[in-house]
């Protein structure tokens, strides 16, 4: 078996772009170089270091290494440092990484020859790293909390944060439960309702996670070849003459845990690297939460999200946009907590309807009116994501108020109120990623309204290049 040694980094804007990501994520727990998603986190993906692309130096560096080691003690192991030796160690590898200062010296290395998009996607990822840097030395000083959650917000969205009110999206939940033949009198609780509906329309055992997952992305990809694939010529050109129709998509490995008290439901992992003959491997481990009941047609909604048309099929096409050279190594090197995930997130969101031609009626023609209920659940999530934050840390309400008002309000069942909760208390996980699939499914949708579901596809799936929620509208 040939054994492929991966290549260094070039010089200039890979070299800062991959420390600079690399360092964000080791000042927020990451470690990118451990494969599988658990030790992932601002630098999700990275061109498997083994074969491809080497970790940049940064990667390597001692200081950056003992704080990854740090990351991993919990506070009663021997050898954890203590408040303020951390945070000396974490002001000197910002000072010595100039990570105060990162859009401006990531723009300096970009050259003059290089497309408007792509300047202006690099700059908002530098401004999301850059504020990511800012916070993590502030919380490591014990100060108050800077850039505030406004900022923290706008910055990966690129709007500002308002509330989403729920109360639509109820009256359509109640009314999607009445077309499935449920009960929805207002004496009766929403709750309770749509855990009755949940009941008649089962839970997907975890005796049968592996077999349903495998049927419904079959007939998946049957759905995306015909609405997607075949109606678009992508342009691929370079990678063995393959378009998207004739890659196999055939690197996903599937993995079912069962942990009910885990704030994670599913969870997609890109891999990449090559295969033992030098063919590009496209591996991605999918990993989902049986703790977490997952009704059948809910399948449909998680499959298409984590795999087919969502996560896989967007960082596969990513993937060999950058075998091309048509992509930089910002489009294989994906992120959380950036303006970048907010249009996964939404791609993510809207993939089933894409799968379907882009619209949700198609879904519900052809799956069942069952869905209609899924997706108007889904939306009810995407507002507790995106509150949820808003109300705990902008509005300052108590931790209580909120779960209530998650329970109440976004009719979220109490296993998905503590998950929320979860997400809602993190510092940049409740304001930089968790009102991304609200936000995004927004763009999405208003964007298939205006462009048409093959357009949206077209630029979502990389040929105009890599694109984040602001660049993308601009693409368009």
């Known amino acids: 078996m040939e054994i492929f040694q991966p ?54 560096d001692p200081q950056v290494i003992a704080l990854r080691e740090d990351n991993t003690k919990s506070d009663n192991d021997d050898g954890k440092l203590s408040a303020e030796d951390r945070a000396e160690l974490i002001n000197s590898i910002v000072g010595k990484y100039d990570l105060l200062d990162i859009p401006e010296r990531l723009d300096a290395t970009l050259g003059q020859e290089i497309p408007q998009l792509r300047r202006h996607f690099v700059a908002n990822m530098g401004r999301c790293f850059d504020v990511m840097a800012h916070l993590a030395a502030s919380k490591a000083n014990k100060k108050i909390l800077a850039p505030s959650f406004e900022e923290r917000y706008i910055v990966a969205t690129r709007r500002a944060p308002e509330l989403i009110d ?14 499935v033949g449920l009960e929805v009198t207002t004496s ?6 749509t855990a009755a509906y949940t009941h008649q329309v089962g839970i997907v055992s975890p005796e049968q996670f592996e077999q349903e997952v495998a049927r419904v992305n079959k007939e998946l990809m049957d759905q995306i070849r015909i609405n997607i694939f075949r109606k678009l010529h992508f342009r691929f050109d370079g990678h063995a003459d393959e378009h998207l129709e004739d890659v196999a998509f055939d690197g996903l490995k599937f993995e079912a845990f069962n942990k009910p008290d885990s704030h994670i439901s599913g969870s997609s992992c890109y891999l990449g690297g090559l295969t033992s003959d030098g063919k590009p491997a496209f591996r991605d481990l999918v990993e989902f939460n049986a703790g977490h009941p997952i009704t059948r047609p809910a399948l449909w909604h998680i499959c298409s999200h984590e795999m087919k048309p969502g996560h896989y099929v967007d960082s596969v096409a990513a993937d060999i946009g950058w075998r091309c050279k048509k992509l930089g190594l910002e489009a294989v090197a994906h992120t959380m907590c950036t303006t970048e995930t907010v249009v996964r997130e939404g791609w993510a969101q809207k993939a089933l309807a894409m799968a379907f031609g882009g619209s949700e ?21 995407d507002a507790g994501k995106h509150n949820g934050p808003i109300l705990l840390q902008r509005d300052g309400q108590s931790l209580d108020a909120v779960k209530e008002y998650l329970a109440r309000d ?29 936000v995004g499914h927004d763009v999405l949708t208003k964007a298939v309204e205006k462009y048409g579901a093959l357009r949206v596809a077209e630029v979502a799936l990389h040929q105009e290049g890599y694109q984040d929620i602001d660049t993308f509208q601009q693409a368009l």
């Open 188 to 193: 009766r609780d929403l709750r309770e309702t």
């Open 166 to 179: 729920p109360a639509e999206l109820r009256e359509h939940l109640r009314a999607t439960l009445a077309s």
């Open 361 to 381: 009626q198609a879904v519900i023609d052809a799956l069942g009116s069952e869905h209609a209920v899924e997706f108007a659940i889904d939306r009810l999530v």
């Open 7 to 60: 290549r260094p980094l070039e010089a200039g804007f890979e070299t800062e772009y991959a420390n600079d990501l690399i360092l964000v994520d080791t000042l927020w727990g990451g470690d990118v170089g451990i494969p599988g998603a658990n030790a992932h986190f601002i630098a999700d993906t990275y061109p498997d270091p083994t074969t491809e692309v080497q970790l940049p130096p940064a990667y390597s």
């Open 410 to 438: 976004c009719v979220q069942s109490d296993l998905y109120v503590r998950k929320l909760v979860a997400w809602s208390k993190h510092p940049i996980l409740g304001s930089m990623y968790a009102p991304g699939y609200a």
